[in-house]
């Protein structure tokens, strides 16, 4: 067991934390000094940096690189730094100070399905960021940001800050779907539209979307150097125009989201939240997590996105497909029915690579003559995004015999489904994410590569923009942590969700889900209670006895 | 005479500690460890010479487990001219000295 911090350790800490707060808008400089903190073993000797810290910022503050009204008048309230320090020397005067406010900005909802009880219940607004945390004079960004109050009030003060997935997809718009399951009991839901997705401000390239979906069709259809050059041409354009819009992509990535995130808690004048993070939005809560331990109550990771050294997507779908495919053969309806689904598939793919078929789609996709050519590729994407989603499970078998047999039932619909979910990710914002954040996209195509890897971004990220420093890992925090994952996730396979709570430490717990994919919450009530109870009671043993309850997948049988 | 940039002796200092691991990230407290600066001078002439582009920077990943990240610098192309600069110009100095 850790000794408690001296007097003299404490007060270096407030004194530090102070000096971050002079320095609102230099979160990376702040958060420099106040880290090297912790590694000085000698008290009186962090007393003596935190000190040196202190002044620091203030000369920074009075230099040009911050607002020097509000400097000044920080300045002029340095007595009541003073008192700071007298209080520091008390019991309890640790870590009590707050950095100057960003502001919430109120605005009227406009949001879809919203009932009026519903409507009674939200705070919509925006929270300006700085684009660039280290330099807050180079403008700002505007976060949309929706609060949904909890049913039952008074409500507890930590509520939870939910973070989606992507990078690149909206939330806000989402709020009447996301109030409908309540994270936990008592608690307000924040919604924050990340920055370049949903109604925050700027947009990235909205029109990237459409023109991928006509790149990816063709390079599913060809899988030619010339369609994937096209595509990445197209990658490339949005780059220009939004440099032409005078945006810097330098300003996106996962660190940047975090800051953003910081900066929205302080808006609301939250003390401390529970991060529920999902898919891509677990990259960004743990690195909240790692930024700002203090700021977070629990956190949940819920469907982790593989941090890096990422494993080639295509063995991960691989892996996930075999898994289900194997559950397949141990269920007796879909045994009998598919006897060898596996076998059966690779037959489908075989068939498709030797002759595509043409499949009828619904007018809305506007292809000419209302098909598209169903090739092995496009085939293997439509599979993988079928095992995201245990709705899809009882008629996946079906689904593949039918193409199998050459007779495809339903496959159109399925198709633009996708496709139109697809169309709602901004992929410009994706991309900027993505190839701030993710090394090996400045690498060629690895060696074993699969029509699935083809369609990431390698060969965009290299030509897009700089490498930032890392998302991380909050290894060895004391944070609560919950990481759950679904038995035929395609996105991280659980072994690799359970390794990432090994690396967290003995403050995290692991639980992995049977017949579930991809964002366990959404699609599992077992989840969902779990997650619940972990919010409400983060210290208490968790009760995961309904992970062997779960209901058998109800397989549709072959058609007669 | 105007004042020469960056030619103060406390950012001298940090420049030639800089200088002499040149490839190597350095932390903020190692830095005023070897300099004998305090953290009050260290980290505004980190951030004048980071914002000149002379100083590159970047988080570096806990050394253990429950340590935060750290910050650590070294000094960017245009950086390292300027360190060598005023090597050459101490070490001249120190010449002009010997002779004198």
Same mark, same amino acid.
């Given at each position: 067991?850790?000794?408690?911090?001296?007097?003299?350790? $404490?007060?270096?800490?407030?004194?530090?934390?102070?000096?971050?707060?002079?320095?609102?808008?230099?979160?990376?400089?702040?958060?420099?000094?106040?880290?090297?903190?912790?590694?000085?073993?000698?008290?009186?000797?962090?007393?003596?940096?935190?000190?040196?810290?202190?002044?620091?910022?203030?000369?920074?503050?009075? @230099?040009?690189?911050?607002?020097?009204r509000a400097a000044w008048r920080q300045v002029a309230t340095s007595g009541a730094l003073m008192l700071l320090i007298g209080l520091a020397l008390q019991e309890h005067a640790g870590g009590q100070t707050e950095p100057p406010r960003p502001a919430f900005d109120?605005?009227?909802?406009?949001?879809?399905?919203?009932?009026?009880?519903?409507?009674?219940?939200?705070?919509?607004?925006?929270?300006?960021?700085? *684009?660039?945390?280290?330099?807050?004079?180079?403008? /700002?960004?505007?976060?949309?940001?929706v609060v949904i109050k909890s049913e039952q009030q008074p409500a507890q003060p930590e509520p939870v800050v939910y973070i989606n997935g992507g990078p690149g997809y909206p939330l806000t718009v989402y709020a009447a779907h996301q109030a409908r399951t309540p994270y936990a009991p008592r608690r307000d839901l924040i919604l924050v539209d990340q920055r370049g997705t949903g109604q925050s401000e700027p947009s990235l390239c909205p029109d990237l979307g459409g023109?991928?979906?006509?790149?990816?069709?063709?390079?599913?259809?060809?899988?030619?150097?010339?369609?994937?050059?096209?595509?990445?041409?197209?990658?490339?354009?949005?780059?220009?125009?939004?440099?032409? /819009?005078?945006?810097?992509?330098?300003?996106?990535?996962? $660190?940047?989201?975090?800051?953003?995130?910081?900066?929205?808690?302080?808006?609301?004048?939250?003390? *401390?939240?529970?991060?529920?993070?999902?898919?891509?939005? @677990? @990259?960004?809560?743990?690195? +909240?997590?790692?930024?700002?331990?203090?700021?977070? *109550?629990?956190?949940?990771?819920?469907?982790?996105?593989?941090?890096?050294?990422?494993?080639?997507w295509s063995t991960t779908v691989n892996d996930a497909r075999d898994a289900f495919f194997a559950s397949c053969a141990r269920d007796s309806v879909c045994s009998t029915s598919f006897p060898n689904l596996a076998k059966t598939y690779r037959e489908t793919l075989?068939?498709?690579e030797q002759k595509p078929? +043409?499949?009828?789609?619904?007018?809305?996709?506007?292809?000419?003559?209302? $098909?598209?050519?169903?090739?092995?590729?496009?085939?293997?994407?439509?599979? @993988?995004?079928?095992?995201?989603?245990?709705?899809?499970?009882?008629?996946?078998?079906?689904?593949?015999q039918t193409v199998h047999d050459g007779e495809p039932q339903g496959l159109g619909q399925v198709l633009a489904t996708q496709l139109a979910a697809a169309a709602i990710q901004n992929r410009a914002t994706h991309a900027a994410v993505e190839c701030r954040d993710r090394p090996h996209y400045r690498q060629d195509l690895p060696a074993g590569a699969h029509g699935l890897d083809r369609r990431q971004l390698y060969g965009v990220c290299a030509r897009w923009s700089d490498l930032a420093p890392s998302p991380l890992i909050p290894a060895g925090t004391r944070v609560p942590t919950l990481v759950i994952a679904g038995q035929f996730d395609p996105v991280a396979r659980p072994a690799l969700s359970r390794h990432v709570a090994d690396l967290i430490g003995s403050s995290a717990r692991f639980v992995e889900f049977p017949l579930v994919g991809h964002n366990v919450r959404q699609f599992s009530p077992c989840g969902a209670k779990i997650a619940a109870d972990f919010i409400d009671r983060p210290a208490q043993e968790l009760d995961t006895s309904c992970t062997d309850r779960t209901a058998p997948i109800p397989f549709l049988p072959k058609a007669r | 005479m105007p004042r020469k940039p960056n030619n103060s002796r406390q950012t001298r200092a940090l420049l030639a500690a800089l200088l002499e691991r040149?490839?190597?990230?350095?932390?903020?407290?190692?830095?005023?460890?070897?300099?004998? #600066?305090?953290?009050?001078?260290?980290?505004?002439?980190?951030?004048r010479l980071s914002e000149q582009g002379l100083l590159e920077s970047r988080w570096q990943e806990p050394e253990r487990p429950g340590l935060p990240p750290r910050h650590v610098?070294?000094?960017?192309?245009?950086?390292?001219? #300027?360190?060598?600069?005023?090597?050459?110009?101490?070490i001249a100095a120190e010449r002009a000295g010997a002779l004198a």
């Open positions: 067991m850790n000794a408690a911090p001296s007097q003299l350790r $404490r007060l270096a800490v407030a004194l530090a934390k102070h000096a971050a707060s002079v320095l609102p808008g230099a979160p990376s400089w702040a958060q420099a000094m106040r880290h090297e903190l912790d590694y000085i073993a000698d008290d009186s000797a962090a007393l003596r940096w935190a000190l040196g810290c202190m002044l620091a910022s203030y000369k920074a503050r009075l @230099t040009h690189r911050f607002n020097q109120e605005t009227t909802c406009s949001l879809p399905d919203v009932s009026p009880e519903l409507r009674a219940r939200l705070r919509c607004g925006t929270v300006s960021v700085a *684009r660039n945390h280290d330099k807050p004079d180079a403008g /700002r960004f505007k976060l949309a940001v023109k991928l979906l006509e790149t990816a069709l063709a390079l599913a259809a060809t899988g030619t150097e010339e369609a994937f050059a096209r595509r990445q041409a197209t990658y490339l354009a949005c780059r220009d125009q939004a440099l032409g /819009r005078g945006l810097d992509l330098r300003d996106f990535g996962t $660190r940047v989201t975090a800051e953003d995130l910081e900066w929205v808690r302080r808006a609301l004048q939250i003390e *401390r939240w529970n991060v529920y993070g999902e898919s891509y939005g @677990t @990259t960004v809560a743990m690195t +909240l997590v790692a930024l700002h331990p203090d700021t977070v *109550r629990t956190v949940i990771l819920d469907s982790i996105y593989p941090p890096d050294p990422v494993p080639l075989a068939r498709l078929l +043409l499949v009828t789609v619904p007018p809305q996709m506007r292809q000419p003559d209302d $098909r598209v050519m169903l090739t092995a590729s496009l085939f293997e994407a439509v599979v @993988t995004n079928l095992l995201y989603y245990p709705t899809a499970y009882p008629n996946l078998p079906h689904l593949i | 040149a490839r190597a990230w350095r932390h903020g407290y190692d830095l005023s460890k070897e300099t004998g #600066l305090k953290s009050g001078t260290l980290y505004p002439l980190l951030m610098y070294r000094l960017t192309a245009s950086g390292l001219a #300027l360190a060598r600069e005023q090597e050459l110009e101490a």
